[in-house]
């Protein structure tokens, strides 16, 4: 029948541990279908007796064993509630009602998701950053309301998650909210972690978005050339605050850093590198790897005229919303048509100032903090073309 199911329990010797002491598992089979979870004791391999799957020469043996006897029992009986009932279910849920798990109340999507954000709330300066909480917080959001106007529901349960729940996500995403793709795929790659998340604590078994894959989206680098670069460098500004923003701009397009790096930026993270000249030593936010650049010279002019004995911080204060915004208008004076926002200036670092002047992808990739070669290249590709393209019109040119 299709409720029946079998109980058998296992020393998993593999998953001892240093002691030596290895975890008693149940297994829970239902029509070659399979639930393993832990009892929660240890002991010796010499310990248990396969044949009768009970515990001897143990000083706890007739508690374990008696646990051991419990959890069958607890198990035929919920099997049977079901049975009566008529009513499907699964495994999970069963080992769930075995153990009486708290966590059996977590079955629904924004339940997990909301346990996740907490996590990552009480984890912000040791395991993530603020905006990494920020940005949980903004698709928790996102979700709940796509789940509301698609759905007409106030959440959705795990059980019924499909892939189409990732396309529909899309749809909702491009046609309601009016996203560009690339936004739409760091939503969804949020998403599936949540997914992950919540089949790590075992809350679901399977990933219902493995056959996901999101669409592929080709972006140019916008970045500033040699001439603009030069222009906003040396335009004279009656403003000061788009002076302000035009010197913290000009200083991340010869260190590369973002605007959180830039921002928090402190006088201890200024040091003598092996060349005895200035470095930046920080940590990227983004990948928690450590970052070291050399400090160029336009870019100490910037800290130099900055500099204030009363304030740690090495640049003006200011949010990063007001920075773009500001930046737009100093555009808008100079003559500038590209989209601008701080995180141009990154990408001046890496192309005009670095990849045009023949710095290895090698070492732009480590100058950027990229957690690996492949983001570099994914990125600056189509610029080092572009100068290898004009490398080879220069060599025309001569050989002619």
Request: proline share 3%; charged share 30%; glycine share 4%.
């Amino acid at each position: 029948m299709k409720h029946d199911i079998t109980i058998i329990f296992i020393l998993q010797k593999y998953k001892a541990n240093s002691k030596g002491l290895a975890p008693i598992y149940c297994r829970i089979t239902r029509n070659y279908e399979r639930k393993h979870f832990s009892t929660g004791f240890r002991i010796k391999p010499d310990e248990w007796d396969s044949a009768t799957s009970t515990v001897i020469k143990n000083p706890l043996s007739p508690q374990i064993n008696a646990y051991i006897i419990a959890i069958k029992a607890r198990a035929l009986e919920i099997t049977l509630k079901y049975k009566l009932s008529g009513k499907a279910f699964t495994l999970h849920q069963i080992a769930n009602e075995i153990l009486d798990r708290k966590s059996k109340n977590l079955n629904t999507l924004l339940k997990v998701f909301s346990k996740h954000n907490d996590e990552v709330r009480a984890l912000v300066g040791k395991s993530y950053s603020p905006a990494t909480l920020q940005k949980f917080e903004g698709i928790y959001k996102q979700t709940e309301a796509f789940i509301r106007h698609t759905y007409k529901e106030q959440d959705i349960l795990l059980s019924d998650l499909k892939l189409k729940f990732l396309m529909d996500f899309e749809y909702y995403m491009l046609t309601e909210r009016d996203m560009k793709q690339v936004s739409v795929n760091k939503t969804l790659q949020r998403i599936r972690k949540i997914a992950r998340y919540a089949i790590a604590h075992e809350y679901m078994e399977k990933d219902p978005f493995m056959l996901f894959k999101a669409k592929t989206v080709h972006l140019d680098v916008v970045f500033l050339d040699s001439e603009e670069l030069s222009i906003l460098e040396q335009y004279e500004l009656e403003k000061e605050k788009l002076i302000r923003v035009r010197d913290m701009f000009v200083f991340c397009c010869y260190t590369g850093l973002a605007y959180r790096e830039m921002s928090e930026l402190s006088k201890e993270n200024i040091i003598k590198g092996a060349d005895d000249k200035d470095w930046i030593k920080i940590t990227r936010q983004k990948t928690s790897k450590p970052l070291m650049v050399p400090l160029l010279p336009k870019a100490k002019a910037i800290l130099d005229k900055y500099y204030s004995l009363s304030s740690d911080k090495l640049l003006p204060q200011i949010s990063n919303q007001k920075f773009n915004t500001n930046l737009k208008e100093l555009a808008d004076i100079i003559g500038i048509k590209k989209k601008m926002s701080h995180h141009v200036a990154r990408k001046t670092f890496a192309s005009t100032v670095l990849l045009y002047n023949d710095v290895p992808m090698e070492i732009v990739s480590e100058l950027l903090g990229h957690s690996s070669m492949k983001t570099t290249q994914r990125h600056y590709g189509k610029v080092v073309n572009k100068k290898l393209g004009e490398q080879m019109d220069e060599l025309g040119k001569k050989l002619k």
